[in-house]
């Protein structure tokens, strides 16, 4: 494989990691942070299954919709649907609470099974990918 490609999908999945990282950080502050929380999971999702997909030489749009993204993935291997499934819900907050006027925000302990979700789906294109692409 292409240096250039393994640093490709190795950069997409820090980025996604890092999210990840951003969103433990979050909810761990005080008062925890959930909108923001929320941005980072649906952001760990994106990444993720936009690595995968780079992986693949599957060229994608830029697009936040996990939904779109998903049905890709799935494509190449659809024993990912198990964990992409869930994933899609986090599309709305690529934007949903990053602007004043927005609706109330979930309770913490929802930010944490949401976190769970956007993990699940990071852990399952992680483990898909050959050992010399994993970051």
Known sequence: MQPEKIDEVRSWFQRASDDLRGADIDLAASP?????????CQQ????????FL?????????????????????ALDPNLTAALGPARDLTIFAWQFRYPGETELPPTDE???LLKTARAAYDAL???LPGEVRP
Not at 54 to 74: G, V
């Open 32 to 40: 925890p942070l959930p909108g923001d929380a929320l941005f980072h």
């Open 111 to 113: 930010v944490a099974g």
């Open 54 to 74: 780079t992986m693949h030489d599957r060229i994608f749009r830029k697009t936040h919709d996990l939904d779109e993204l998903a049905i890709a993935c799935e």
């Open 44 to 51: 760990a999702a994106e990444k993720a299954m936009k690595g």
């Open 126 to 128: 992680l483990t898909r």
